[in-house]
């Protein structure tokens, strides 16, 4: 089962999800804000992609922090950063059943969903 996270206002989950669905793809939404994010999920997406693909600096909630803060994030800081503020994490992230996690809905990480092993 394909898990993806996002947030449930977010057009990007919800262009993702009907997509799934369209294509009969079975996968389960958890809303970053609703259900949480246990740290270990987080440290695992980190430890896969690495924090700057992670973080999204093109929303919002990045434009309202202080410019104090924006500009000195690092590797050790983004982790509570990402925790504090779910909205920063880039969306969506799809965890695949053999363990790959994907982060984004271009036509790359169709493809990849597309093909995915089913469970």
């Known amino acids: 089962m394909i898990v993806v996270y996002g947030l449930k206002n977010c057009d ?3 262009k993702a999800r009907s997509w799934l669905t369209e294509r009969d793809l079975v996968h389960r939404f958890h809303d970053l804000r609703a259900d949480g ?6 440290e695992a997406w980190l ?3 690495g924090w700057e693909t992670v973080l999204n600096r093109r929303g919002t909630t990045w434009r309202q922090l202080p ?3 924006r500009s000195s ?3 050790e800081t983004a982790a509570g950063l990402l ?3 779910p909205a920063l994490i880039k969306r969506p992230v799809f965890e695949l059943s ?3 996690v994907l982060i984004g809905f271009t036509g790359a990480q169709q493809t ?3 093909e995915a092993p089913p469970d």
């Open 37 to 42: 994010l246990p740290p270990s999920r987080l």
């Open 73 to 75: 994030v690092t590797g």
């Open 67 to 69: 410019e104090e803060v």
């Open 83 to 85: 925790a504090d503020h």
């Open 112 to 114: 990849a969903l597309a």
């Open 98 to 100: 053999d363990g790959r």
């Open 12 to 14: 990007s989950c919800r």
């Open 47 to 49: 430890a896969a992609l």
